[in-house]
Nanobody
């Protein structure tokens, strides 16, 4: 069982930026795909960004061009740099290893709350 611990959330104004961190209990570079997911109020959890073991990244249309996923193998940490934040980005953000289908493999951590509001 791999565990993930998310941090870095907070309250930010529209147009602002935040960087989320996800510390993994294993070598992140060896995970086929690591994803950032989010669950907004009254919404289903969705996959917003993925980084593959080879470094290729993929994004949901709703965040492409605003969010950047990256990885530090030495720290076993995956990051999500978020910019030009919108109120609709408000959600609890989680990270997890992802299957080819995008579904998460392991149990969820506590996540980190991101609130975009003026």
């Amino acid at each position: 069982q791999v565990q993930f611990v998310e941090s870095g959330g907070g309250l930010v104004q529209p147009g602002g930026s935040l960087r989320l961190s996800c510390a993994a209990s294993t070598t992140v570079g060896s995970i086929y795909a690591t994803g950032w997911y989010r669950q907004g109020p009254g919404k289903q959890r969705e996959l917003v960004a993925t980084i593959y073991s080879g470094g290729v990244t993929n994004y949901a249309d709703s965040v492409r061009g605003r969010f950047t996923i990256s990885r530090d193998n030495a720290k076993n940490t995956v990051y999500l740099q978020m910019s030009s934040l919108k109120p609709e980005d408000t959600a609890v953000y989680y990270c997890n290893a992802a299957r080819v289908t995008g579904t998460a493999i392991y149990s969820w951590g506590q996540g980190t709350q991101v609130t975009v509001s003026s």
